[in-house]
């Protein structure tokens, strides 16, 4: 009799586009116990001493070339045609403004505070403060257009004391400038007049030069400041973080070695995240500068209202890499899957999307590679890494093309990180070139934040890709300030399980916030995605909280929370009540950073009131598991 053996499917390999790896191995050695140390095994290269050395090169072999494009804003509040500013034009203006800086004897007791949103005329600003040597700080619009107490632009402006501080335009900032700003501090507006002397945009940068913008240029160097950039801040108000020439120069070197696609042609970039962060302000901007490329400013953002422009943007311009956060990925997958005219424009000549920020569900990510398999028969391959602002912010960056969740890879080249066990996790610390001497006019927050070996502490937790396998790299295991003991003495490892949760929800969670410090039991504020909206079925002007009440919602959250319970082992792990949050993160309180990712401590501390009534069982509509 003859038998017949089964044999198993040959699994399909992904193909991907094309994309270069450049950090792949890494060097571990053993420390005191407990504590190890990890570096590339690739050395860091020579990089320039100055940013503005580059703004210089490539407006001598590049002039025409558009260094920064934004869309022209129309009366009705609309955008109209793309506004291009060259490298040329932006060096000649950046030494103008650098005149009129030097002109005003600003420095860094007086820097520059900027008020506005991405715009061609923020970025002058910034280029004329780095060629005067001369400190400048974008400050997050939201502490001026959507505060009411104005109680962090008070503590941002008080902290740097500014010389002169630049509005974007008098009707949204007016109300924070005559609230915040000195009567003695000259105001710069870029359209508009307030009650007070101001002067114009124009008038600034139409400063006539002397030789003065080259002796300041000369005299700036790798020590120099070059911006601050203040924290989120979450229970505490925001620190300023001291910025250098040789932090921004140096991370930028990094990059390229771990990411060579931003070396092979100029990149062009299509981007809304915001330039008081790092990730815009600091990466992203930088990569164009440096390698001298184009960047698109995209007036969209990630929000049901926003992304329709950023949709626009992105059938008109095709990028060569992608930077976003994992809503805005989210808002792109699901746009892709209807709009023909998105994908073959933004797929035609991209070579990598990167996110950042929080953690990309799997359903997004499957959804995204459906599309690209379909329209160009490849995935793109989805960098990402670990960073911070305190760290330029490039610090790790994923080694191969089989990217998952939560994957992070290895340092950047002339990165050291001291990987140290606390409380059962392992903390990531940081020392290098691009780190931060510290914290403008803290020196105790700034000795609190580097260990006995000038190390900084992260707060990050962190474990390996494959224990068997150093050079996959590292993946994140959340925040360890996040952690928490309940009742009984046992962690609730925040991070892991968060992502846990979102995943078991998708696509119907945008991000959950773990509760009951020092309690029983743990519980989940969850915030959900706007998908809701059509699983509850209800007409389109039904509020958030009607929908969430609603019999089809809470039969999908139910089913949810039964399916983490069955798979629970532990109180530590067992989500045992949750409700539905119908009031969104607040970015003015601190709840939600401005690149979209949570604050789990701002909420907590905010919402303490809701967090008491989901344990003492007085909050209607909580759910429980079954």
Request: proline share 7%; charged share 20%; net charge negative.
């Amino acid at each position: 009799m003859t038998t017949m053996t089964e044999t198993k499917p040959t699994p399909v390999v992904p193909r991907y586009r094309p994309l270069a790896f450049g950090i792949t191995r890494g060097v571990l050695t053993e420390g005191a116990p407990g504590v190890r140390y990890l570096k590339a095994e690739t050395p860091l290269a020579p990089y320039v001493d100055r940013m503005t050395d580059r703004l210089k090169h490539w407006a001598t072999v590049a002039p025409d070339r558009t260094f920064i494009a934004r869309r022209e804003r129309l009366p009705d509040g609309s955008t109209g045609n793309w506004i291009r500013l060259t490298y040329a034009e932006a060096l000649h203006k950046a030494r103008s403004i650098a005149q009129a800086v030097l002109d005003r004897g600003l420095s860094a007791e007086r820097p520059v505070a900027i008020l506005s949103e991405n715009s061609i005329e923020h970025a002058l600003i910034a280029l004329g403060c780095l060629y005067a040597g001369v400190p400048y700080c974008p400050v997050s619009p939201p502490y001026s257009i959507v505060s009411q107490d104005f109680e962090k632009l008070r503590h941002v402006l008080g902290t740097l004391t500014p010389g002169l501080v630049f509005a974007a335009d008098a009707k949204r900032f007016g109300r924070a400038i005559d609230a915040v700003v000195p009567a003695d501090v000259e105001v710069v507006l870029g359209e508009g007049t307030l009650d007070r002397p101001t002067t114009s945009f124009d008038a600034l940068a139409s400063t006539p030069e002397t030789p003065a913008v080259d002796a300041a240029l000369a005299a700036t160097g790798p020590d120099t400041i070059t911006k601050f950039l203040f924290t989120s801040g979450s229970t505490k108000l925001p620190k300023a973080v001291i910025n250098t020439q040789r932090m921004w120069c140096a991370n930028q070197q990094q990059m390229r070695q771990s990411m060579p696609v931003l070396g092979e042609e100029p990149p062009v970039l299509v981007d809304w995240l915001p330039w008081n962060h790092t990730f815009g302000g600091n990466h992203n901007v930088g990569i164009v500068l440096d390698n001298g490329g184009t960047l698109y400013i995209d007036d969209g953002k990630p929000t049901p209202s926003g992304m329709a422009e950023t949709l626009r943007n992105l059938r008109e311009i095709a990028p060569t890499v992608y930077f976003n956060v994992p809503t805005g990925f989210e808002a792109i997958a699901n746009a892709m899957e209807t709009d023909p005219v998105l994908r073959k424009n933004l797929l035609s000549r991209v070579k990598m999307f990167f996110y950042a920020g929080a953690a990309l569900s799997q359903p997004v990510w499957d959804s995204l590679h459906r599309s690209q398999e379909a329209e160009v028969g490849e995935r793109i391959v989805m960098g990402t890494g670990l960073g911070m602002t305190e760290s330029g912010p490039f610090a790790l960056y994923v080694t191969g093309p089989e990217v998952t969740s939560g994957d992070l890879g290895l340092p950047a080249a002339g990165i050291e990180i001291k990987l140290v066990d606390i409380d059962g996790k392992t903390e990531v610390r940081y020392r290098g070139p691009n780190i931060t001497p510290g914290y403008w006019r803290a020196p105790e927050a700034t000795a609190e934040a580097f260990d006995e070996e000038g190390y900084f502490l992260t707060g990050d937790a962190v474990k390996w890709i494959d224990d068997n396998d150093i050079h996959k790299g590292l993946r994140f295991d959340g925040r360890i300030a996040e952690d928490f003991k309940l009742a009984t003495g046992t962690f609730v490892s925040v991070g892991p399980m968060r992502a846990k949760i979102t995943l078991a929800g998708a696509p119907y969670i945008q991000d959950v916030v773990l509760t009951g410090i020092n309690l029983k039991e743990v519980g989940a504020l969850i915030f959900p995605t706007q998908a809701v909206r059509k699983l509850a079925g209800l007409p389109a002007d039904a509020s958030l909280r009607e929908v969430l009440d609603s019999a089809p919602v809470r039969a999908q959250f139910q089913e949810v929370l039964d399916s983490l319970a069955a798979t629970s082992t532990g109180s530590a792990n067992r989500i045992a009540r949750a409700y539905l949050i119908d009031e969104p993160p607040s970015i003015d309180k601190g709840e939600v950073t401005d690149k979209g990712s949570i604050n789990q401590r701002s909420v907590l501390k905010h919402r303490a009131a809701l967090v008491d009534a989901l344990h003492a069982d007085t909050l209607p509509n909580t759910l429980k598991p079954r």
